[in-house]
């Protein structure tokens, strides 16, 4: 089980850390990923990380703006946000794979998501 948390309203410019808490399997050989959904339009990739914390990737649209970490002690896997934008405005799930492949690529496949947090980003 999958829990999200650490969103709400910031200002154009500003940052938010979201945090995953996993409960109830093995977190640490689990790839994590993260997810968003703006109002209207599709479900899209954010950035993932591997089982072991490493191999971070990101989507274009967050490059040098986010940073994936895992803490296999906590079962957390974070979303730190900076120089945040409108248009980064959605609601923000994490997800859990067997596979990092499954993360990045097949994201059809995927079994565990959380239940998803708001970003919502306005001055």
């Known amino acids: 089980q999958l829990q999200a948390s650490g969103g709400g309203l910031v200002q154009p410019g500003g940052s938010l850390r979201l945090s995953c808490a996993a409960s109830g399997g093995t977190f640490s050989r689990y790839a994590m990923g993260w997810f968003r959904q703006a109002p209207g339009k599709e479900r899209e990739f954010v950035a993932a990380i591997n089982w072991n914390g490493g191999m971070p990737v990101y989507a274009d649209s967050v490059k040098g703006r986010a940073a994936i970490s895992k803490d296999n002690d906590k079962s957390t896997v974070y979303l730190q946000m900076n120089s945040l934008k409108p248009e980064d405005t959605a609601v923000y799930y994490c997800?859990?794979?067997?596979?990092?492949?499954?993360?990045?690529?097949?994201?059809?496949?995927?079994?565990?998501w959380g239940q998803g947090t708001l970003v919502t980003v306005s001055s």
């Open positions: 997800a859990a794979a067997s596979t990092y492949n499954i993360i990045v690529r097949r994201p059809a496949h995927i079994g565990s």
